[in-house]
């Protein structure tokens, strides 16, 4: 459905957005937050979409979704055990639920990092969802993307609330070429738990950026586990406010890159403004074929934020000459009673493990692929979800032995 | 006047009444009454020709000045997030101050007004050369205590008042002198090197330098030489209202070897200075160049007002096979700092170490920190960083470690630490690392703490007041960077970190 | 089994010669111990047998059953049933023991052309073997060597052997770091293991381990080269008077 109606609320905000568009540093290549990044993202617009492209989309984790967005069309399962919406529906509706949330963290999130690519998106959405959980439920919740080539360069803006005390679980997958722009906002009520995996992306060999911002109160959890398996360009920004005490909140990441000259292009915000939160960051890149991964992660803890739990790691293997990590972890402290670390490390594989498996008769190629697989299993165990972890980790293990090419 | 910061309930407000500012423990605070000479107020071309008179300076000297000047007329003050820096007028400075009786360089420290001499013996430093006590001393090459020897070259308001032990050092073959006078006597060395490795494109500050800079050291070590003793230079800002712009530069030859100390203080005003120096190291085949410095201009009151601006370019080119330098800092003083002693690696198996404290109390701001460049394979670098920040301070920590492309086999490892003292103050990390080539292994680590309140109690448990107890944790934070520290400094280092972190507890 | 003719082997990277012509032969079924002083090139030997990088082979051969040894890829030497203990077993995080142990038996009978174990037999296996070495189950969960103490390291490196059953056998400087018991223990399993179709290359400092895995021949290596061998008396002499007397005829021969 085109939507040519929006509400009043929608466009009193857009037009208080626009004037302050201004003020937001644009896309260059001197900014500290593109520096080195691929900016295809700003200038290749998808002309067309062919067949070929379509080719090695279907995605990791097959499991019956309780939503499908095809291009710039949502079909929601009849079975609709969740209260999902719409969000072009919400932004016509007058009295619609999302009316005090949509777009403030977006506005937040412009203080300490300039995102000139989120604001596009909140003043042009095409496509997306609104979601209202009030019940815990241990099935995960699936969001299927598809491609549907008639539509092309869509902004898609989704908005989740998760009610107090709720607990679920949200599972993203599959490839939709035709969205080349996605913001997410996200809040969480108190003692609220979120699981969020996005398993998008794989093999797209489109530009992409995906924004994530979320609000969090009191004794709220948010764990977001994200998968980028040869994404051509996709660029990754989670921003999360800590609002309450006793917040917990783990951000993982794993890349594995080798087809020529691909990116992946990480970065995350954490804002500790209370007391007694933890936060972890977990970042894991394989490379091969002249790849690059970019990791940009930093802890701003505020003045109030004592007691303050802050864990960053981000680790690459770069397993050909010409395969780059560029990596910038950063801490912004302002209270003295905090335990903050960040360790990086750049290496390729491990000599002597690689020749002790070597020397028990294990073949080459799997030697590796053991070692790859035991890499990347720190970010893997930051999922919570035993059954889920394990079925991608066999899917991510199948996904290693094509990595090698003899 | 002290603020209202969150008393902890350890400490009784008596502790903290009696607790001095630090505006009265900087016991550099005092200036000396001395004649001195000025140059018309401002920055303009002909304060560059004049600045190149009063030197003797040959023309290519000053066509190189006047080139950097015409570019730096163009360029903009760079603009860093973490640091508030005040709009600095560089019209309303003084670009040149020189003691009215030295018109004549002096020939010997005879020469040299008392006062002058007073000053450095005030500041501890030994002028007059320790001469054997023949028959009384032994002299005990190995004894590492006072009788050390130390050539020291000493810097009054960017000029060199005297230097050392040049005989001796002459007849090892070590050129240590002043710039000004390198220019003169050694102009093919001079010409050979300088700007070679921080050209006058390099920076703001490093442009602005390279126009009015008026002294600084010159070392040469020649080929296979390892300098009989510790060279040092001690930079004192004495003039009002002046700009400080040395200009350093070391060179050493194939196997040769240097140990490098660089002190500074200066005394207590209302005004802000500014403090742009450049620091160029080249180290060939087989070289080692160690370079230490401790800073301790003075940092402003505790309100901020006044302190040194310290903005400095320093950066060794490791252009040989082997080659090694290592920066020690130890950074107490300026009000504001922005320092990032840096190495090019270029040789293949060279190496670069950095190990530096810096402690920021009051209203400080320091933003300081490395850059590793590796180009060359096998090589090497080290980085340890230990922050400090108390009161209302901001200390930040900024470093680039890059691996080139073709630097096979490159190692790195970084480890920086931040102490918070206190909930007003902050303590960053920007580091920024760039791997390019896959048989490189870099490593960093950050970690951010404050002062463990057990270690403090078991402390004064065991009767050790809490600022003496604070000074001890924190010397032991710094532990491994004072042990590279050359002895005199570590200990004086030791005693400024008290020194510095006092009025932070609570 | 193994033939080793005037090999000359230098460091890749330092361009020095550590071996300087040395030839061994062992037969199957027979137990080599060699002994000598520090940097007379006894761990050089045992990697190049492994097929460890970082070493230039200047000149002679090695054959392992009429085959060119020098020539395989170090995982083919594994299948072809050489096995070397490690002085310092390396822990690799994050890879599961069992897994290991398995992908590595069945790694070994793939390229032997035979076939896999399924799960269950090859658990019962592991378990037994693991059981006679006082290998605990929990140490088997653990990731490969990960939090294990220098005696359980080496016990792993048996565990290993008798598992993936290997004809050709170096064991370097496997006493070094252990007890008197833990020794025993491993010195059980080795000897358990020993036959007559199977050969053993130990490699030590000390005599005292050769008690409990008595050797047939006893080779002294010094400078690069094997300088006297005898039975194990030698070794015993050894003991008693160190290499002092070794070291004069190294220099001697060329």
């Given at each position: 459905?085109?939507?040519?109606?929006t509400?009043?609320?929608?466009?009193?905000?857009?037009?208080?957005?626009?004037?302050?568009?201004?003020?937001?540093?644009?896309?260059?290549?001197?900014?500290?937050?593109?520096?080195?990044?691929?900016?295809?993202?700003?200038?290749?617009?998808?002309?067309?979409?062919?067949?070929?492209?379509?080719?090695?989309?279907?995605?990791?984790?097959?499991?019956?979704?309780?939503?499908?967005?095809?291009?710039?069309?949502?079909?929601?399962?009849?079975?609709?055990?969740?209260?999902?919406?719409?969000?072009?529906?919400?932004?016509?509706?007058?009295?619609?639920?999302?009316?005090?949330?949509?777009?403030?963290?977006?506005?937040?999130?412009?203080?300490?990092?300039?995102?000139?690519?989120?604001?596009?998106?909140?003043?042009?959405?095409?496509v997306?969802?609104?979601?209202?959980?009030?019940?815990?439920?241990?099935?995960?919740?699936?969001?299927?993307?598809?491609t549907?080539?008639?539509?092309?360069?869509?902004?898609?803006?989704?908005?989740?609330?998760?009610?107090?005390?709720?607990?679920?679980?949200?599972?993203?997958?599959?490839?939709?070429?035709?969205?080349?722009?996605?913001?997410?906002?996200?809040?969480?009520?108190?003692?609220?738990?979120?699981n969020?995996?996005?398993?998008?992306?794989?093999?797209?060999?489109?530009?992409?950026?995906?924004?994530?911002?979320?609000?969090?109160?009191?004794?709220?959890?948010?764990?977001?586990?994200?998968?980028?398996?040869?994404?051509?360009?996709?660029?990754?920004e989670?921003?999360?406010?800590?609002?309450?005490?006793?917040?917990?909140?783990s951000?993982?990441?794993?890349?594995?890159?080798?087809?020529?000259?691909?990116?992946?292009?990480?970065?995350?915000?954490?804002?500790?403004?209370?007391y007694?939160?933890?936060?972890?960051?977990?970042?894991?890149?394989?490379?091969?074929?002249?790849?690059?991964?970019?990791?940009?992660?930093?802890?701003?803890?505020?003045?109030?934020?004592?007691?303050?739990d802050g864990?960053?790691?981000?680790?690459?293997?770069?397993?050909?000459?010409?395969?780059?990590?560029?990596?910038?972890?950063?801490?912004?402290?302002?209270?003295?009673?905090?335990?903050?670390?960040?360790?990086?490390?750049?290496?390729?594989?491990?000599?002597?493990?690689?020749?002790?498996?070597?020397?028990?008769?294990?073949?080459?190629?799997?030697?590796?692929?053991?070692?790859?697989?035991?890499?990347?299993?720190?970010?893997?165990?930051?999922?919570?979800?035993?059954?889920?972890?394990?079925?991608?980790?066999?899917?991510?293990?199948?996904?290693?032995?094509?990595?090698?090419?003899? | 006047?002290?603020?209202?910061?969150?008393?902890?309930?350890?400490?009784?407000?008596?502790?903290?009444?009696?607790?001095?500012?630090?505006?009265?423990?900087?016991?550099?605070?005092?200036?000396?009454?001395?004649?001195?000479?000025?140059?018309?107020?401002?920055?303009?071309?002909?304060?560059?020709?004049?600045?190149?008179?009063?030197?003797?300076?040959?023309?290519?000297?000053?066509?190189?000045?006047?080139?950097?000047?015409?570019?730096?007329?163009?360029?903009?003050?760079?603009?860093?997030?973490?640091?508030?820096?005040?709009?600095?007028?560089?019209?309303?400075q003084y670009?040149?101050?020189?003691?009215?009786?030295?018109?004549?360089?002096?020939?010997?420290?005879?020469?040299?007004?008392?006062?002058?001499?007073?000053?450095?013996?005030?500041?501890?430093?030994?002028?007059?050369?320790?001469?054997?006590?023949?028959?009384?001393?032994e002299?005990?090459?190995e004894?590492?205590?006072?009788?050390?020897?130390?050539?020291?070259?000493?810097?009054?308001?960017?000029?060199?008042?005297g230097?050392?032990?040049?005989?001796?050092?002459?007849?090892?073959?070590?050129?240590?002198?002043?710039i000004?006078?390198?220019?003169?006597?050694?102009?093919?060395?001079?010409?050979?090197?300088?700007?070679?490795?921080?050209?006058?494109?390099?920076?703001?500050?490093?442009c602005?330098?390279?126009?009015?800079?008026?002294?600084?050291?010159?070392?040469?070590?020649?080929?296979?030489?390892?300098?009989?003793?510790?060279?040092?230079?001690?930079?004192?800002?004495?003039?009002?209202?002046?700009?400080?712009?040395?200009r350093?530069?070391?060179?050493?030859?194939?196997?040769?070897?240097?140990?490098?100390?660089?002190?500074?203080?200066?005394?207590?005003?209302?005004?802000?200075?500014?403090?742009?120096?450049?620091?160029?190291?080249?180290?060939?085949?087989?070289?080692?160049?160690?370079?230490?410095?401790?800073?301790?201009?003075?940092?402003?009151?505790?309100?901020?007002?006044?302190?040194?601006?310290?903005?400095?370019?320093?950066?060794?080119?490791?252009?040989?096979?082997?080659s090694?330098?290592?920066?020690?800092?130890?950074?107490?003083?300026?009000?504001?700092?922005?320092?990032?002693?840096?190495?090019?690696?270029?040789?293949?198996?060279?190496?670069?170490?950095?190990?530096?404290?810096?402690?920021?109390?009051?209203?400080?701001?320091?933003?300081?920190?490395?850059?590793?460049?590796?180009?060359?394979?096998?090589?090497?670098?080290?980085?340890?960083?230990?922050?400090?920040?108390?009161?209302?301070?901001?200390n930040?920590?900024?470093?680039?470690?890059?691996?080139?492309?073709?630097?096979?086999?490159?190692?790195?490892?970084?480890?920086?630490?931040?102490?918070?003292?206190?909930?007003?103050?902050?303590?960053?990390?920007?580091?920024?690392?760039?791997?390019?080539n896959?048989?490189?292994?870099?490593?960093?680590?950050?970690?951010?703490?404050?002062?463990?309140?057990?270690?403090?109690?078991?402390?004064?448990?065991?009767?050790?007041?809490?600022?003496?107890?604070?000074?001890?944790?924190?010397?032991?934070?710094?532990?491994?960077?004072?042990q590279?520290?050359?002895?005199?400094?570590?200990?004086e280092?030791q005693?400024?970190?008290?020194?510095?972190?006092?009025?932070?507890?609570? | 089994?193994?033939?080793?003719?005037?090999?000359?082997?230098?460091?890749e990277e330092?361009?020095?010669?550590?071996?300087?012509?040395?030839?061994?032969?062992?037969?199957?079924?027979?137990?080599?111990?060699?002994?000598?002083?520090?940097?007379?090139?006894?761990?050089?030997?045992s990697?190049?047998?492994?097929?460890?990088?970082?070493?230039?082979?200047?000149?002679?051969?090695?054959?392992?059953?009429?085959s060119?040894?020098?020539?395989?890829?170090?995982?083919?030497?594994?299948?072809?049933?050489?096995?070397?203990?490690?002085?310092?077993?390396?822990?690799?995080?994050?890879?599961?023991?069992?897994?290991?142990?398995?992908?590595?038996l069945?790694?070994?009978?793939?390229?032997?052309?035979?076939?896999?174990?399924?799960?269950?037999?090859?658990?019962?296996?592991?378990?037994?073997?693991?059981?006679?070495?006082?290998?605990?189950?929990?140490?088997?969960?653990?990731?490969?060597?990960?939090?294990?103490?220098?005696?359980?390291?080496?016990?792993?490196?048996?565990?290993?052997?008798?598992?993936?059953?290997?004809?050709?056998?170096?064991?370097?400087?496997?006493?070094?770091g252990?007890?008197?018991?833990?020794?025993?223990?491993?010195?059980?399993?080795?000897?358990?293991?020993?036959?007559?179709?199977?050969?053993?290359?130990?490699?030590?400092?000390?005599?005292?381990?050769?008690?409990?895995?008595?050797p047939?021949?006893?080779?002294i290596?010094?400078?690069?080269?094997?300088?006297?061998t005898?039975?194990?008396?030698?070794a015993?002499?050894?003991e008693?008077?160190?290499?002092?007397d070794?070291?004069?005829?190294?220099?001697?021969?060329?």
């Amino acid at each position: 459905m085109i939507h040519a109606n929006t509400s009043s609320w929608y466009d009193s905000l857009s037009q208080e957005l626009k004037r302050s568009s201004a003020s937001i540093e644009k896309v260059n290549r001197r900014s500290e937050y593109w520096r080195k990044s691929n900016l295809d993202i700003v200038s290749d617009l998808v002309q067309e979409i062919s067949e070929t492209d379509l080719i090695n989309l279907k995605g990791t984790y097959i499991h019956e979704p309780e939503l499908t967005i095809d291009g710039d069309i949502m079909e929601l399962a009849s079975d609709k055990s969740y209260k999902i919406s719409s969000i072009m529906d919400e932004i016509a509706d007058e009295d619609s639920f999302t009316k005090n949330y949509f777009g403030k963290l977006e506005e937040k999130s412009q203080k300490l990092v300039p995102r000139p690519l989120a604001r596009d998106n909140s003043l042009n959405p095409k496509v997306g969802y609104a979601l209202s959980l009030s019940e815990s439920s241990k099935k995960p919740l699936v969001i299927h993307n598809k491609t549907n080539k008639s539509a092309r360069n869509c902004f898609q803006r989704n908005l989740i609330i998760v009610k107090k005390g709720v607990e679920a679980t949200i599972i993203e997958t599959g490839n939709n070429l035709s969205v080349f722009n996605s913001v997410t906002e996200i809040y969480l009520d108190e003692n609220a738990k979120l699981n969020y995996l996005d398993l998008t992306g794989e093999n797209n060999i489109f530009p992409k950026i995906s924004h994530k911002f979320c609000d969090m109160a009191e004794k709220s959890t948010f764990n977001h586990f994200g998968l980028r398996l040869n994404t051509k360009s996709t660029r990754n920004e989670i921003e999360l406010h800590l609002n309450g005490p006793g917040i917990n909140t783990s951000i993982a990441n794993v890349s594995l890159i080798n087809k020529k000259h691909h990116f992946s292009d990480e970065n995350v915000l954490i804002n500790h403004n209370a007391y007694e939160c933890k936060s972890r960051q977990v970042f894991k890149s394989v490379l091969e074929n002249d790849c690059t991964s970019i990791v940009r992660g930093k802890i701003y803890v505020a003045p109030e934020a004592q007691k303050t739990d802050g864990y960053q790691s981000s680790r690459s293997l770069l397993l050909n000459e010409n395969s780059k990590f560029l990596c910038k972890p950063e801490l912004e402290i302002y209270a003295d009673d905090v335990i903050c670390s960040h360790g990086s490390t750049s290496s390729s594989l491990d000599r002597e493990s690689l020749f002790y498996l070597l020397s028990r008769g294990v073949h080459r190629n799997k030697a590796k692929e053991m070692l790859i697989t035991a890499f990347i299993s720190e970010a893997l165990d930051e999922i919570e979800d035993e059954s889920i972890k394990s079925e991608l980790s066999n899917y991510i293990d199948v996904w290693t032995s094509s990595f090698f090419h003899e | 006047m002290t603020d209202n910061y969150e008393v902890r309930d350890v400490i009784d407000k008596e502790t903290l009444s009696t607790v001095k500012s630090v505006g009265d423990t900087y016991k550099y605070g005092f200036s000396t009454d001395i004649e001195t000479e000025y140059a018309p107020l401002g920055l303009n071309e002909d304060i560059v020709k004049l600045i190149s008179k009063k030197n003797n300076e040959p023309k290519w000297m000053l066509d190189w000045r006047l080139k950097a000047f015409n570019r730096w007329k163009k360029l903009k003050q760079p603009d860093w997030a973490l640091l508030k820096i005040p709009e600095i007028d560089f019209q309303d400075q003084y670009y040149y101050a020189r003691p009215a009786n030295m018109k004549e360089k002096p020939k010997s420290l005879d020469e040299v007004d008392p006062k002058l001499l007073e000053t450095y013996s005030k500041l501890g430093i030994p002028l007059t050369e320790q001469k054997k006590l023949a028959g009384v001393i032994e002299e005990n090459p190995e004894d590492k205590s006072e009788n050390r020897k130390v050539a020291v070259d000493a810097v009054f308001d960017s000029v060199s008042v005297g230097t050392t032990f040049k005989e001796e050092l002459k007849s090892a073959g070590v050129i240590f002198c002043s710039i000004s006078e390198a220019i003169k006597e050694y102009p093919d060395l001079v010409k050979k090197y300088l700007g070679s490795v921080v050209p006058i494109s390099d920076n703001f500050f490093a442009c602005l330098n390279a126009a009015v800079f008026s002294d600084g050291s010159f070392v040469y070590i020649p080929k296979g030489v390892r300098c009989p003793m510790e060279l040092s230079t001690y930079f004192r800002i004495n003039a009002e209202n002046t700009g400080q712009f040395e200009r350093t530069l070391i060179i050493a030859d194939d196997n040769s070897y240097v140990s490098y100390l660089e002190g500074c203080t200066a005394p207590q005003r209302d005004e802000s200075q500014l403090h742009a120096a450049v620091v160029e190291l080249v180290i060939l085949d087989e070289a080692e160049i160690k370079y230490s410095t401790v800073q301790n201009w003075f940092p402003g009151d505790e309100n901020g007002v006044g302190g040194i601006y310290n903005f400095v370019t320093k950066r060794a080119d490791c252009r040989g096979r082997n080659s090694k330098v290592m920066w020690t800092q130890v950074e107490t003083g300026s009000a504001i700092t922005w320092k990032y002693p840096s190495c090019v690696l270029k040789g293949d198996n060279s190496s670069g170490e950095f190990y530096s404290i810096a402690i920021t109390n009051n209203m400080q701001q320091a933003d300081t920190g490395t850059k590793m460049i590796h180009l060359g394979k096998n090589t090497n670098s080290r980085i340890v960083s230990k922050g400090i920040s108390a009161g209302k301070a901001q200390n930040t920590y900024r470093g680039l470690v890059q691996i080139g492309g073709r630097s096979q086999n490159s190692r790195n490892f970084t480890q920086c630490d931040s102490l918070l003292i206190g909930n007003k103050c902050g303590a960053h990390t920007v580091p920024y690392i760039e791997v390019n080539n896959s048989s490189a292994r870099a490593e960093h680590e950050a970690t951010t703490s404050k002062v463990d309140e057990d270690q403090l109690f078991y402390c004064m448990q065991r009767g050790i007041g809490e600022e003496d107890a604070v000074a001890l944790i924190v010397n032991g934070f710094c532990k491994e960077v004072l042990q590279a520290l050359p002895m005199e400094f570590a200990m004086e280092a030791q005693k400024l970190v008290a020194i510095s972190l006092e009025g932070s507890v609570g | 089994m193994l033939n080793i003719d005037d090999l000359k082997v230098s460091l890749e990277e330092e361009e020095k010669q550590i071996i300087k012509g040395l030839s061994l032969s062992i037969k199957p079924g027979e137990v080599h111990a060699i002994m000598g002083p520090n940097g007379s090139g006894k761990s050089t030997l045992s990697s190049v047998l492994a097929g460890k990088d970082g070493y230039i082979i200047d000149s002679g051969t090695v054959n392992f059953d009429g085959s060119d040894l020098l020539e395989a890829e170090v995982e083919e030497r594994a299948a072809l049933g050489i096995f070397m203990a490690f002085q310092y077993p390396i822990e690799i995080p994050g890879v599961g023991n069992m897994n290991f142990l398995r992908t590595a038996l069945n790694s070994q009978r793939k390229t032997r052309g035979q076939e896999e174990l399924n799960a269950a037999d090859f658990l019962k296996l592991v378990r037994g073997i693991a059981k006679d070495l006082e290998i605990s189950d929990e140490m088997m969960k653990r990731p490969v060597n990960v939090g294990a103490s220098g005696g359980e390291k080496k016990r792993n490196e048996i565990l290993q052997m008798c598992l993936l059953e290997p004809r050709f056998v170096i064991l370097d400087e496997t006493d070094s770091g252990l007890d008197v018991d833990a020794m025993k223990l491993v010195s059980k399993g080795v000897n358990n293991f020993s036959s007559s179709s199977r050969s053993f290359l130990v490699i030590t400092h000390y005599q005292r381990l050769l008690n409990y895995i008595v050797p047939d021949f006893v080779h002294i290596m010094v400078d690069g080269r094997i300088v006297k061998t005898g039975d194990k008396t030698l070794a015993l002499h050894v003991e008693e008077t160190g290499y002092k007397d070794f070291l004069q005829l190294g220099k001697g021969k060329h």
